[in-house]
Nanobody, 114 residues
């Protein structure tokens, strides 16, 4: 079994920054990738970014140049640095881990508002 614990969400003004963390524990051998999805109210869940076992990264077009995904292998933690936040970034952000199967975190709310 795998457990994912997210942290770092909150309320921020437009143009501000937040860093999300996702700490993995349990049976986390042979991880293929980890990443983040988000789901805004009334919308489908969308992929934000992921990082593969080899360190390759991929981003949604809507966050390229503003968000950065990284990992700390020693801490089994993945981070999402979010800069230049916009109101449309408001959503619940979910961390995931692909072993496979795919495991999900509980989600953390990010609200961008003045």
């Amino acid at each position: 079994q795998v457990q994912l614990v997210e942290s770092g969400g909150g309320l921020v003004q437009p143009g501000g920054s937040l860093r999300l963390s996702c700490a993995a524990s349990g049976n986390i051998f042979n991880i293929i990738a980890m990443g983040w999805y988000r789901q805004a109210a009334g919308k489908q869940r969308e992929l934000v970014a992921f990082i593969t076992r080899s360190g390759n990264t991929n981003y949604a077009d809507s966050v390229k140049g503003r968000f950065t995904i990284s990992r700390d292998n020693a801490k089994n933690t993945v981070y999402l640095q979010m800069n230049s936040l916009k109101p449309e970034d408001t959503a619940v952000y979910y961390c995931y881990l692909d072993r496979p199967p795919r495991y999900w975190g509980q989600g953390t709310q990010v609200t961008v508002s003045s």
